[in-house]
């Protein structure tokens, strides 16, 4: 299996390259506008066809790369059903299965840090976006986000996974690159309550800024910007 793991510096944003062999096809999972053409070439050096992108939710602090590489690659375009972007070819439900040559995803339906976040399950790992981070989780306080909805999601879904399984997430501002379940129902500070009131209580108090690419970055998504539209 080919599992790449790139990192954007400016927004401390994963993407995540997905192929079950050179020369086969791929799929893309959280895409970064800026680094188009990094994916592009590593797609080329590995003789690997681009047939699936996805974003796991809108983002707020990067522009998507997801309209460049259907405009590059005419690639199919992945969000869930509750997505607003005018740029997606197909929004999977709850439970929907997404397959490509060697590999399939089962997609998770996990508002709460927007509504609508969803995760990606693969074999022995799942992207989480912003759902669950490393020792954190998504803020809750914009996009429709919900701090009850984001610990349904994570406490009756997310965290009932097998706690081997590898957490992939869409940010990190630490330098990690994954995590376990079993690592972040022991370690992870916001998730050691018991109630979804405890939860509310810590996640509606984090008085956060809004970040920086906000007010660019989500209507960006929404339309599906290309580089030729910046």
Same mark, same amino acid.
């Given at each position: 299996?080919i599992f790449?793991?790139?990192f954007?510096?400016? !927004?401390?944003?994963y993407t995540?390259?997905?192929?079950?062999g050179? *020369?086969r096809e %791929? $799929? @893309?999972?959280?895409?970064v506008? +800026?680094?188009? !053409?990094?994916?592009?070439?590593? &797609?080329?050096?590995l #003789? $690997?066809?681009l047939?699936? =992108?996805i974003? =796991?939710?809108?983002?707020?602090d990067? @522009?998507?790369a997801?309209a460049?590489l259907? +405009?590059?690659?005419?690639?199919?375009?992945?969000?869930?059903?509750?997505s607003?972007s +005018?740029?997606?070819? /197909?929004k999977?439900? #709850?439970? +929907?299965?997404?397959?490509? #040559?060697?590999v399939?995803?089962?997609a998770?339906?996990t508002? *709460?840090?927007?509504?609508?976040?969803y995760c &990606?399950v693969?074999?022995?790992?799942?992207?989480? *976006?912003?759902?669950?981070l490393?020792?954190?989780t998504g803020?809750?306080?914009?996009q429709?986000?919900?701090?009850?909805e984001?610990?349904?999601?994570?406490?009756n879904?997310?965290?009932?996974l097998?706690?081997?399984?590898l957490?992939?997430?869409a940010?990190?501002?630490k330098?990690n690159k994954? !995590?376990?379940?079993?690592?972040?129902k022991?370690?992870?500070?916001? /998730?050691q309550? !018991?109630? %979804?009131a405890e939860y509310?209580?810590?996640?509606d108090?984090?008085n /956060?800024?809004?970040?920086?690419?906000?007010d660019v %970055?989500?209507?960006a998504? /929404?339309?599906?910007l290309s580089l030729? #539209?910046?």
């Amino acid at each position: 299996m080919i599992f790449k793991q790139l990192f954007d510096e400016k !927004s401390s944003t994963y993407t995540y390259i997905v192929a079950s062999g050179k *020369g086969r096809e %791929a $799929l @893309i999972i959280d895409p970064v506008i +800026e680094h188009t !053409s990094i994916y592009t070439d590593l &797609f080329n050096d590995l #003789d $690997l066809s681009l047939v699936k =992108t996805i974003d =796991t939710h809108i983002h707020a602090d990067h @522009i998507s790369a997801m309209a460049e590489l259907k +405009e590059r690659t005419n690639c199919e375009t992945i969000m869930g059903e509750h997505s607003k972007s +005018e740029v997606v070819s /197909l929004k999977v439900k #709850d439970h +929907e299965k997404i397959s490509i #040559d060697g590999v399939n995803l089962e997609a998770l339906y996990t508002p *709460g840090h927007t509504d609508d976040s969803y995760c &990606f399950v693969m074999k022995d790992r799942i992207f989480t *976006g912003d759902t669950l981070l490393i020792n954190g989780t998504g803020r809750t306080d914009f996009q429709n986000g919900s701090s009850s909805e984001a610990y349904d999601s994570l406490f009756n879904k997310v965290l009932k996974l097998p706690e081997e399984t590898l957490v992939y997430p869409a940010h990190d501002y630490k330098g990690n690159k994954f !995590s376990t379940i079993g690592g972040e129902k022991k370690n992870n500070p916001r /998730l050691q309550v !018991s109630t %979804a009131a405890e939860y509310a209580d810590i996640m509606d108090n984090l008085n /956060l800024a809004n970040p920086k690419m906000m007010d660019v %970055a989500v209507p960006a998504n /929404l339309k599906g910007l290309s580089l030729n #539209d910046l």
